[in-house]
């Protein structure tokens, strides 16, 4: 069974930096890409970039284009979500997003279809 698992949230001040990771727990799968995705309280569900699986291509939300970046690991089953110059805006929990049906790195939750439990990013001001 293929699971995801993100770490390194925590909480931080306003313009400090913060590494996301998530690990796919599994020997084998398939991917053709992963992302990141974050949630506020009373929030939809938001997202924040994505990467195809050779790591060549990446998409970002206009809202953290130029503070964060996400690349693989250099793990093989690891993506890395690096946030630099956080707001307060960018408190909400982070989740990790796998898909293994399209390649289309987009921004809809449906285009993804395993999901990591998520971890909290919490930014002071």
């Known amino acids: 069974q293929v699971q995801l698992v993100e770490s390194g949230g925590g909480l931080v001040q306003a313009g400090d930096s913060l590494r996301l990771s998530c690990t796919i727990s599994?020997?084998?799968?398939?991917?053709?890409?992963m992302a990141w995705f974050r949630q506020a309280p009373g929030k939809e569900r938001e997202f924040v970039a994505a990467?195809?699986?050779?790591?060549?291509?990446?998409n970002y939300a206009d809202s953290v284009k130029g503070r964060f970046t996400i690349s693989r690991g250099t793990a093989k089953n690891t993506v890395i979500l690096q946030m630099n110059s956080l707001t307060p805006e960018d408190t909400a929990v982070y989740y990790c997003?796998?898909?293994?049906?399209?390649?289309?790195?987009?921004?809809?939750?449906?285009?993804?279809?395993?999901w990591g439990q998520g971890t909290q990013v919490t930014v002071s001001s």
């Open positions: 997003a796998l898909d293994s049906l399209y390649g289309s790195l987009g921004p809809r939750p449906r285009e993804y279809n395993l």
């Open positions: 990467v195809n699986w050779s790591g060549g291509r990446t």
């Open positions: 599994a020997r084998s799968f398939n991917a053709y890409a």
